[in-house]
């Protein structure tokens, strides 16, 4: 793993053909954090504000994921979030904030991302970092079948989410805490993708997904 700054004003770094996870957080002591959670196979750009993100985003490198930091010094971290979505529909993000705020937590979600508060983030860091890692054959096989549901059958964001979490094996009774929503809210998104795919159980969804 190799971690590395990106000059704000430039969008400059250290060029890489490998994977990258994208680490945007102005508290040195968390990036560092983070960074060390990061596994071997992917690369770790660096960057502290709104602005240095866009650049990074501009890079021509493969992103694997990115942890966003919402209190940046230029700005929201939201402002990131939407740049990635406007470029990498699917890439796993996961928003890492000491703020619990409702809305915000709607805005994160909405923008297909996770949403995970600070100081304890171990737990859901390492799970994120461990699906993104391309190493992990089994989590990255059903991307394209993803995608090709997610049109075929017009789901939403979150309705995409849960059946991405399903399949990378995440078991029904955790959804809730990973996606961090409420287990009503996941009850209605199940309902809603099941009437969409024609199917009576996630299980049976998710074997669709596989047999595309």
Not at 62 to 86: F, N, T
Request: overall charge negative.
């Amino acid at each position: 793993m190799t971690a590395y700054m990106v000059d704000a004003a430039t969008g400059d770094g250290s060029p890489t053909a490998s994977p990258v996870a994208l680490i945007v957080e102005d508290d040195r002591e968390v990036a560092r954090a983070v960074v060390r959670r990061v596994p071997d196979s992917l690369q770790t750009v660096v960057v502290a504000s709104v602005a240095e993100a866009l650049g990074a985003m501009a890079m021509p490198v493969p992103l694997a994921g990115a942890v966003v930091d919402i209190g940046l010094p230029d700005g929201s971290g939201l402002k990131v979030v939407e740049g990635l979505r406007d470029k990498h529909p699917q890439l796993p993000v996961m928003v890492l904030t000491a703020t619990l705020d409702r809305e915000l937590i709607n805005a994160v979600h909405a923008l297909g991302a996770e949403y995970v508060c600070k100081p304890d983030f171990d737990e859901n860091l390492q799970s994120f970092l461990h699906r993104i890692d391309p190493n992990n054959q089994g989590d990255n096989r059903f991307v394209a079948a993803l995608e090709e549901a997610t049109t075929r059958f017009r789901l939403t964001r979150r309705e995409t989410r849960i059946l991405s979490e399903a399949l990378d094996g995440v078991p029904r009774n955790r959804l809730a805490e990973v996606l961090g929503v409420s287990e009503n809210t996941v009850k209605t998104q199940i309902r809603s993708l099941l009437d969409k795919m024609s199917q009576s159980s996630l299980s049976d969804a998710v074997w669709l997904v596989r047999n595309i």
